[in-house]
């Protein structure tokens, strides 16, 4: 009997999704993070490094938390991890009322394909008005509905870099707040 699906391919290495991360004039230092579709972990304890106030991240995989909650045990950054699908009715209530940084890696098109467009726009639009930075990752740079969010809640893009993979890193910062 066959556990697992040889045949499903992990979709990029860890390399791929830090790509970008520490090189788009984004300052982790201090910060306040939110990692929205966290996995396992692995971007939120990279990002520790670089010494932030607090990590927070979501997923909708409990065994995911549960690792990310596991590589955290033993790190002096205040974290967080919570097990729960973004189309939750308690994520608003899970959510700081602000961040610092949002980390929107990926996750937005996965959302949008689960429970359709206009239920995505109003969570993803609710998370990115905590966000004074927002630091998202867009597999298809011609789908620009997440742009768009971001950019009419006030957000202004302040860099962009290609991945080796096609996707595309884009930060963006809040003015004024």
């Excluded at 090189?23 to 982790?28: L, T």
């Excluded at 990692?35 to 607090?54: F, L, N, Q, T």
């Excluded at 938390?65 to 009715?89: K, P, T, W, Y």
């Excluded at 639009?125 to 789908?143: F, H, K, L, Y």
Aim: hydrophobic letters at 40%.
């Amino acid at each position: 009997m066959q556990l697992w699906n040889s045949s499903k391919k992990f979709a990029g290495t860890w390399d791929d999704r830090l790509d970008g991360l520490f090189s788009c004039g984004v300052d982790y230092s201090g910060k306040t993070i939110l990692d929205v579709g966290c996995s396992m972990g692995i971007v939120a304890y990279e990002i520790a490094k670089h010494r932030p106030a607090y990590i927070h991240g979501i997923d909708i995989l409990k065994p995911h938390i549960g690792v990310a909650r596991s590589i955290f045990l033993g790190s002096d950054v205040d974290s967080r991890f919570d097990a729960m699908s973004l189309g939750s009715r308690k994520l608003p209530s899970v959510l700081s009322d602000r961040y610092d940084v949002v980390l929107l890696l990926a996750v937005y098109q996965h959302v949008r394909r689960g429970i359709g467009q206009e239920k995505a726009d109003r969570i993803f639009t609710d998370i990115i008005s905590r966000a004074q930075t927002i630091v998202a990752r867009v597999p298809d740079e011609g789908d620009i509905r997440l742009q768009s969010l971001i950019e009419d809640a006030g957000l202004t893009l302040s860099h962009r870099s290609k991945s080796p993979r096609g996707s595309a890193v884009l930060a963006y910062s809040r003015l004024t707040r």
